[in-house]
């Protein structure tokens, strides 16, 4: 059978709350027994006072213990003489004096059954040189004893042996009425208690619950379920962090779709167009001449270059893009993009300004390989999007620990609104920015890609020159 976390908890609660019901009965019941026994003791202390109040005077009239010695009976009268006034003590004076009592009945022999024979069974009397009078001997007990004082000197004590334990029939009667109802306060707060664990549990499990169908509707591909995350506790964050999960999975659901859309829109058109001038060729329209067969090789070079990019692209998402990383020139690789794309700056009469502010000394620990590719790649996309006749700026200087290289061009800009996005696979720019110029909207993601391989960081803003800027931060070693 399966216990379901609610009924887990519930009896978790129930079984805390039940050790801490019995832990308290049996030390209340302990602390009041033992409370209730040193109460008895304070008030049988103030009840041998009256007592040896009154021996003091039976001294002063008979100038000796012999009297009680021979009649222990009357020092029974004395101690009940000492019980406080009331119908019960008139009924224990009057069995007293009609019944004659032996000594040795007064120290261990039968009483009538509503006398508290225990408090006479430990009082005990002693003469001045503590010969024992009446009781028994204290012995090596040593309980502490009152003086009784005739003249000035000490003609007796008088003593009563603690109570080790209660009893009296009133006594015991009374403590057992307090355990039954501490009892029954018990029985009835674990009732109580349970009571109100059932819906606590509940409710202390009721986010939990939320959580699991929750995340078994994500499972299913729901990536839109959110949870409302009201308390601020640890299940609250809890809601807030598979919210979050929720969120990422549905963008990451929605760009997986939007990748595969435009990957299918980006081969399907050099497809198309491959496929219609072979077809071309076949049924004769075009002449296989050198110019149709140059517009082929053409195509499908593009063809290759995107398939390329993605194959890079895919290699950087899943790491398995190879870095071999030693102490290079920080601008050598930048110095070879350069060289490789002065045709094409030729080509488009464009002028390109290089500024370096670094050490000759200053070094990066990189592999240089994928920073030409990535200087490659910027350079050709601000070669390809600046108007003919226009300017790129290569700015190379050192902050801190990390080497700054900024690549700005000159018109046309980019929108506000589009920046943020440049990174982003497959995203391109409409009208200027557009597949006519030959991007497959991969190379930018790439950069982002080998520049988070080296540990640095890169941006796009708008150029003060009119077009893009393009901020790559490095760190140096060290």
């Not at 024979?117 to 028994?136: A, C, I, K, Q």
């Not at 939007?258 to 299918?264: F, K, R």
């Not at 063809?303 to 950087?316: I, K, N, P, R």
């Amino acid at each position: 059978m399966k216990i379901t976390l609610h009924y887990k908890l519930f009896g978790a609660i129930l079984t805390a709350i039940l050790a801490v019901v019995i832990y308290m009965s049996l030390l209340m019941q302990w602390s009041f027994d033992r409370g209730f026994l040193n109460y008895v003791n304070i008030v049988e202390q103030e009840q041998l006072k009256k007592i040896a109040s009154d021996l003091e005077s039976r001294y002063r009239e008979k100038k000796s213990w012999v009297e009680l010695a021979v009649n222990p009976e009357e020092m029974a009268l004395l101690i009940i003489a000492s019980y406080p006034e009331g119908r019960q003590k008139e009924r224990f004076l009057e069995k007293i004096r009609h019944k004659k009592m032996e000594s040795h009945s007064i120290h261990s022999g039968p009483l009538p059954s509503d006398i508290p024979s225990h408090f006479f069974h430990r009082v005990f009397l002693l003469d001045e040189s503590r010969n024992t009078v009446f009781g028994y001997d204290p012995g090596n007990a040593h309980p502490d004893t009152i003086d009784i004082m005739y003249q000035n000197r000490v003609v007796g004590y008088l003593g009563v042996h603690p109570a080790k334990n209660l009893s009296d029939i009133h006594q015991l009667v009374f403590i057992k009425q307090q355990k039954v109802a501490l009892t029954l306060v018990a029985i009835g707060g674990f009732l109580v208690a349970a009571g109100l664990s059932l819906p606590i549990a509940y409710l202390l499990t009721q986010p939990i619950r939320r959580l699991a169908v929750a995340t078994r509707d994500l499972a299913s591909g729901r990536y839109h379920t959110r949870i409302s995350a009201t308390s601020g506790d640890e299940l609250g964050q809890l809601s807030q962090d598979f919210n979050g999960l929720a969120e990422i999975l549905e963008k990451n659901q929605q760009a997986r779709s939007q990748w595969v859309a435009d990957i299918s829109h980006e081969l399907r058109t050099p497809l198309s167009i491959l496929r219609g001038q072979i077809e071309a060729l076949q049924d004769g329209v075009y002449p296989p001449t050198a110019e149709t067969f140059r517009s082929l090789h053409g195509e499908v070079l593009h063809l290759g270059m995107l398939v390329d990019d993605l194959y890079q692209l895919s290699l950087s998402d899943v790491g398995a893009m190879s870095y071999h990383r030693a102490n290079v020139q920080p601008c050598y690789a930048l110095q070879q993009a350069i060289e490789m794309l002065q045709p094409e700056l030729e080509k488009k009469r464009q002028l390109l300004e290089t500024t370096l502010s670094i050490d000759k000394e200053v070094f990066l620990f990189a592999d240089n390989e994928r920073l030409k590719q990535l200087f490659t790649n910027l350079l050709a996309n601000s070669i390809r999007y600046t108007d003919e006749g226009g300017r790129i700026e290569v700015n190379v200087t050192k902050e801190e620990n990390k080497l700054i290289y900024t690549i700005l061009d000159s018109a046309p800009g980019v929108p506000d609104e589009h920046i943020p996005h440049l990174f982003d696979r497959l995203y391109r720019v409409d009208a200027s920015r557009s597949r006519d110029l030959g991007g497959a909207g991969l190379g930018l993601s790439i950069c982002y890609n080998i520049v988070k391989g080296h540990n640095g960081t890169i941006e796009a803003r708008q150029s003060p020159i009119g077009g893009l800027l393009i901020r790559v931060c490095l760190p140096l070693q060290e």
